[in-house]
């Protein structure tokens, strides 16, 4: 009799649970596995040929960002003061974008990235299951994926996920 | 001024709703007639007040009031006005009014239609759905309040309404869903003044059926409508998506298809009591539930309102605290009744049980697939999905188990059937459906299990109804007499009934002899599918009322002969510029021919999207003629308002009971 | 007039018409067939809840292209699910797989059905387990039924 009672409190508590949660948020399926073997140019260099292996030696963030991606302009700042006042290594992947462009992007706005991946096609992106940009992950110094996170990257985000992160996976080595 | 007006009604209407759940349940409880008078006169005060608002809120949309925040978030000047009028429910906050205005109409129907009614009864009944009332106009003032103004600072034009929305279905799907989910409010209101007062009969089950009946049909009607509108409007051809969303309206349906059929079994037998009364709450609560999943974000959908956490919160304590208080109330008023009444294991009650068993399980099964990906996501267990695959292995084989027993237990008697009997008698009709189903298959060509299966039991449905007319039209003074003397709740059940294998004739032949293709066409190209030549004659440009459209002129010929002549479109709406995708469609009542324009492939060549669709207006039909079965099985005589001798309604058991001379509807 | 009527006509050709192709050719209609299906069962991982068949979001198109590719390089279904899952998570997979996790949503139907019949040959025995000479009702129930329909035959 009292059955159908405590099944409604339970189910009342999971979708409590639930509210403002972002359903669309998904997390990374490649968390703890290496970053997908890769061969892509650099942006700024097309002669020269990147591997996964830039990752390995020191814990990086991987941005993927494009000139069409508005959110990308947002968090643009905020990476060049990552890189610059807080050291942290950035590799960017220019994802499904014009070189052109690009370039002119990171000329006028700056560049804080170390290095920038050119993936036209968005291979690169695909393997790593990006959704939507920006996309940040976090990769150790083993080239592991360590987290990644879907949205504008603010000093917020860095200071309360990010930061912790590189901290943790950067004291290792 | 006006805007403020409606936000007062509002006010106005919350204060009688108060009223209304308080005065008449002291009233009912103290014995108090004169305070359980006050109901009816509350009732329609409360009636009118959410009119006025709505109204209010209409004349904004209508005059262009972008100075309300709701108004210029949901229209614009270039809108149609009929799209005007029918954005009032096309954003959350007015919709949420509309399903105000709805609950005050049920309640104010309650209120007239139930003379006869004892005035205990009814006051506690008015009282329940008075507390309702609360709990929603409560919601809408605090959180979500149409009437919100953004002054200052008045927008020059609106933010129009989405394109999606803009088209006849918004006019009419939102408004029958909402009748069938609020009308399952008065049977919860009828069960729980039931609880409170003790009085647990046949009688309940009498008052409240024909409230149910008509809340399932609109409902029925709502679900129905909304499947064809994403049919034709969302461009690619699906009628069935197992979205959230609609999985919310089709959870109060199942459960409220086993509360009609329970109810029948209370009244003509007194028996399943305290089931029935549960099957009472727990429909309802599915369609507060509905009602929150839509609006507060907690699951992806195409279909859902705009979330907000603070409205999601509230609506999930306003669901609390009405689910838990009335199964509470359930677990301690509920008699455990051990009825000294015997039925056999082949009478009509326990087929009807068993009815409720799959029909409760099917529930169940959705309820489970919609929200087990939260369950999962809140212990932490991963992200899943669950979709249309899932659905087709485990809902089909319930529903299909639906029809098969539905067949089998239509020849039931109450209280006992000779199993001996019955099986002669299901012989016929077995071997008919049989014949049909395999007709059907070699016309569409190839068997499939499934095809099998659900045609085999839409066709074991239709003989079954049938051969069950033919028996009991059978007459000394002939046919016709005989089919003249049955009565309308007898026709109600089998226009449902064969509303039911309509639906799921159509469900199987589209599903599984539907043709897809997806080519790469430039204008001159022609594809074929089937024996059919679809060939894209001309691409053009029109401009719409706020759009601007690129249409393709599609011929389909068959053998040289044309057909049809399509033209489905790209549009891009002014305002909000996204692109839509209007569908061109030739429909029939055999098959549906479909032509969509998917995107650009290159300068001249698009992908289009073409399909055969076989039988699937059937869906539909057979929808409207469940919706048609429940209408008229409310117009049958007993239900009909007798103006003879007033007894005063203290004990009202024994109307309505003298057509038994008729065969034996539910 | 022979060779200007052969000229005509080969100018005509190109506006006859024209077999098209699928987006998506296959040369085999089992894999066209696979092909569909799989789409259909895959879900776009940014859309709000549409499948990749239907939906025209970029990431939706670069998935169909990967299930094209892996398709016409004789990839099976379940290779296919799996780096799209590898790739995306679980959340891409309409139809979720069966594991510890799933047992009981799969389960859900056969336990409903199953728990509702074993109530219902519950009460079946019940009734008939009980004294079938036993009436329904009690003595002085009865008598006073009996006497109620006396009375209502002489009114009437």
New interface residues.
């Given amino acids: 009799?009292?059955i159908?009672?405590v099944l409604?409190?339970a189910?009342?508590i999971?979708?409590?649970?639930?509210?403002?949660?972002d359903?669309?948020h998904?997390?990374?399926?490649?968390i703890g596995k290496p970053v997908p073997v890769f061969e892509l140019a650099d942006l700024q260099e097309p002669d020269t040929i990147h591997r996964d292996d830039v990752f390995v030696g020191e814990v990086s963030l991987l941005n993927v960002w494009g000139t069409w991606c508005p959110a990308c302009r947002d968090e643009h700042d905020d990476l060049v003061w990552l890189a610059r006042d807080e050291g942290v290594r950035i590799v960017g992947l220019n994802y499904?974008d014009n070189r052109d462009l690009a370039l002119e992007w990171l000329d006028s706005l700056g560049n804080p990235y170390a290095l920038s991946l050119y993936d036209p096609q968005?291979r690169l992106g695909?393997?790593?299951?990006?959704?939507?940009a920006p996309e940040t992950y976090v990769i150790d110094a083993d080239g592991i994926v360590r987290f990644r996170h879907v949205g504008v990257v603010t000093p917020q985000v860095w200071q309360q996920t990010l930061q912790p992160l590189v901290e943790r996976y950067g004291k290792g080595g | 001024m006006y805007p403020e007006l409606g936000q007062f009604s509002l006010i106005l209407s919350l204060l009688l709703a108060v009223l209304l759940a308080t005065v008449p349940l002291v009233g009912a409880l103290s014995g108090r007639d004169h305070l359980q008078a006050f109901a009816r006169p509350l009732a329609s005060g409360l009636f009118v007040f959410v009119a006025i608002a709505f109204a209010l809120l209409t004349h904004a949309f209508v005059t262009d009031d972008f100075s309300v925040a709701y108004v210029a978030n949901n229209s614009n000047s270039l809108l149609p006005w009929y799209y005007k009028f029918s954005a009032v429910w096309g954003g959350h906050e007015g919709s949420l009014l509309l399903w105000i205005l709805m609950l005050a109409g049920w309640t104010l129907a309650v209120a007239v239609f139930s003379r006869r009614l004892p005035s205990v009864m009814i006051a506690q009944v008015l009282a329940v759905m008075g507390m309702v009332t609360v709990g929603f106009l409560l919601f809408i003032l605090i959180t979500s309040n149409p009437f919100e103004r953004l002054l200052p600072n008045v927008p020059a034009d609106g933010a129009d309404l989405n394109p999606l929305l803009q088209d006849f279905g918004l006019i009419v799907h939102p408004p029958m869903l909402y009748m069938g989910y609020v009308g399952f409010s008065v049977a919860f209101a009828f069960a729980i003044a039931a609880l409170i007062n003790g009085r647990l009969d046949a009688a309940w089950a009498r008052w409240s059926r024909p409230w149910t009946t008509v809340a399932w049909s609109f409902l029925t009607v709502g679900i129905a409508l909304g499947s064809w509108w994403a049919y034709y409007e969302l461009g690619w051809g699906g009628w069935w998506f197992w979205d959230p969303v609609e999985n919310a309206s089709l959870l109060p349906w199942l459960a409220g298809t086993a509360l009609v059929h329970s109810l029948a079994v209370t009244e003509k037998r007194g028996v399943f009591k305290s089931w029935t009364v549960l099957l009472a709450i727990v429909t309802f609560a599915l369609s507060l539930l509905g009602t929150f999943l839509v609006r507060s974000g907690v699951l992806t959908s195409v279909h859902a309102f705009a979330s907000d956490p603070t409205r999601g919160a509230f609506l999930l304590g306003l669901l609390a605290i009405t689910i838990v208080s009335s199964l509470t109330l359930y677990a301690f008023r509920a008699p455990v009744v051990h009825t000294r009444t015997r039925y056999g294991s082949l009478s009509r009650e326990i087929f009807l049980l068993l009815n409720n068993v799959l029909l409760v399980a099917a529930t169940l099964l959705v309820l489970v697939g919609t929200l087990y990906p939260l369950v999962l996501d809140y212990l932490g267990a991963g992200r899943l999905s669950i979709g249309e695959p899932f659905y087709n292995l485990t809902f089909s084989p319930l529903a299909i188990a639906v029809g098969l027993m539905l067949g089998a237990g239509i020849f039931s008697r109450w209280k006992r059937t000779d199993g001996g009997w019955l099986g002669r008698r299901l012989l016929w009709p077995a071997a008919l459906s049989l014949v049909l189903s395999c007709a059907v298959l070699l016309t569409y060509g190839g068997f499939t299990p499934w095809a099998f299966a659900g045609l085999l039991a839409a066709a074991w449905v239709a003989v079954t109804t049938f051969m069950d007319l033919w028996d009991k039209s059978g007459s000394r003074h002939g046919r016709w007499h005989g089919l003249k003397r049955q009565s309308r709740s007898y026709y109600g059940m089998v226009l449902g009934h064969l509303g039911v294998a309509m639906t799921m004739a159509g469900a199987t032949v589209v599903s599984n002899y539907g043709v897809e293709r997806d080519v790469r066409m430039s204008p001159g190209d022609s594809a074929g599918i089937g024996n059919l030549q679809v060939t894209f004659s001309e691409l053009g440009q029109r401009q719409g009322a706020n759009f601007v459209a690129q249409y393709g002129r599609f011929d389909i010929t068959r053998d040289g002969q044309l057909i049809a002549t399509l033209y489905p479109e790209k549009r891009q709406y002014h305002v909000q510029r996204n692109v839509m995708t209007e569908a061109g469609i030739d429909a029939g009542l055999t098959r549906d021919l479909f032509v969509a324009l998917g995107e650009k492939v290159a300068d001249d060549a698009w992908a289009v999207r073409i399909q055969y669709k076989p039988l699937i207006r059937w869906l539909w039909l057979g929808a409207l003629f469940m919706a048609g079965g429940g209408a008229l099985a409310i117009a049958d005589r007993r239900y009909r308002i007798k103006v003879r001798s007033e007894r005063p309604a203290i004990d009202d058991s024994r109307s309505g009971g003298q057509d038994e001379g008729v065969a034996e509807a539910l | 007039m022979g060779r200007i009527l052969i000229v005509v006509w080969a100018l005509l050709l190109p506006l006859a018409a024209v077999a098209t192709s699928e987006v998506y050719p296959f040369d085999s209609a089992a894999d066209q067939e696979r092909f569909r299906t799989l789409i259909s069962e895959l879900r776009c991982p940014k859309c709000q809840n549409q499948n990749i068949a239907d939906s025209n979001a970029p990431i939706a198109r670069d998935m169909r292209d990967e299930v094209y590719r892996m398709l016409q390089q004789g990839a099976t279904n379940q290779q296919v699910t799996d780096a799209l899952v590898g790739r995306f998570g679980e959340f891409v997979l309409y139809k979720p797989q069966f594991d510890q996790r799933t047992a009981l949503l799969w389960a859900t139907p056969l336990i409903a059905v199953l728990g509702g019949v074993l109530v219902v040959i519950g009460i079946v025995i019940r009734g008939r387990r009980r004294d079938p000479s036993e009436s329904s009702l009690s003595d002085a129930e009865r008598r006073r039924a009996e006497q109620l329909l006396e009375d209502r035959d002489d009114g009437a």
Avoid: Q, W
């Fill in positions: 009799m009292f159908p009672a409604a409190v189910l009342g999971v979708l409590f649970a639930g509210i403002g949660k359903p669309t998904l997390e990374s399926a490649l499904k968005g695909f393997d790593l299951g990006v959704y939507g």
